[in-house]
């Protein structure tokens, strides 16, 4: 009876759980803010990041669901003044007492890690994937429900974020500690960070930390149509993309990518229009992967 009345108990909160996350699907009014806070360094010549603030509006789709796995895909619509640009974004799938993970080492490099099914019990693992659809961050935290308020929170290791990287080049990981609180009207991504320098053989340099807030404010489906439409037209090529990084994931193995093909990356020659046949995408992937090992 005991044994009866906990499974029910899991079912239900599972429930909440998927229902929470799949809140975070729909049309958003987004804000993303950024600030260094303290710095960890005696360097003197330290030159912290400036506060970054930029708005947008962004769809997320809905893409793949089971009983198990929910996967949304990001698509953020940039309204510049003589047209609007549709940019397929970040993708996030979020996988039910999931044990396989890539972790984030440094310099392009996720460590394969498989965890022990009790250490996961209950639990969802967020993987965070960058716009060509190649690893970014991940890791495995409870849904929590109480006090009125559903949230769920990690600390993990990932690459320096798009505004960091192209400016930044005195550290190469950054140590996030990710909070997804559903609101009343959309959702918050808050994050305590740290920008750490990591070196093989080396204990972690912290520094400088940095404060995160990213809110998501959900607006009538009605503004984000050219994204969904967009998305329904290229979807088939995505899928091949995702097909592809599917099969290297399922090696097993540590993964070490390449930041640039002729001095292209990744996510540039994937843009192309041209780019849509299945051979050619799978191709294009290999062409980036430095090791699996």
Known sequence: MMMMISFIQAQTKKKKDINSIKEMCGCFEVRFNFAETFINTDDEQYKPSKNHRSVGLEWAQLINEDKDMVSIQHILISLGQEETQIIKHWRQDWLY???????????????????????????????????????????????????????WENITFAPLPRREYSKRSDYNVTIRGNRQEITKNGWIHDQNNAKVIRKEGEEDQ????????????????????????????????????????????????????????????????????????????????????????
């Open 97 to 151: 007492q999931n044990t396989e993970f890539y972790i984030y080492d440094h310099d392009n490099k996720w460590n394969y890690v498989k965890k022990d099914k009790k250490q996961v019990k209950g639990q969802w693992t967020q993987k965070v994937f960058q716009v060509d659809d190649s690893p970014r961050y991940e890791g495995s935290g409870s849904w929590v429900h109480v006090d009125g308020k559903s949230y």
């Open 206 to 293: 912290i520094l400088a930390y940095e404060k995160g807030r990213n809110s998501y404010v959900k607006v009538d489906d009605s503004k984000c149509t050219s994204a969904a439409k967009w998305w329904d037209k290229n979807k088939v090529k995505w899928e091949h993309v995702r097909n592809k990084w599917a099969q290297l994931y399922s090696n097993n193995k540590t993964l070490s990518l390449k930041k640039s093909v002729n001095n292209t990356p990744l996510y540039r020659t994937l843009f192309y229009k041209d780019i849509n046949q299945k051979n050619q995408i799978d191709s294009i992937i290999e062409s980036y992967i430095n090791k699996l090992f």
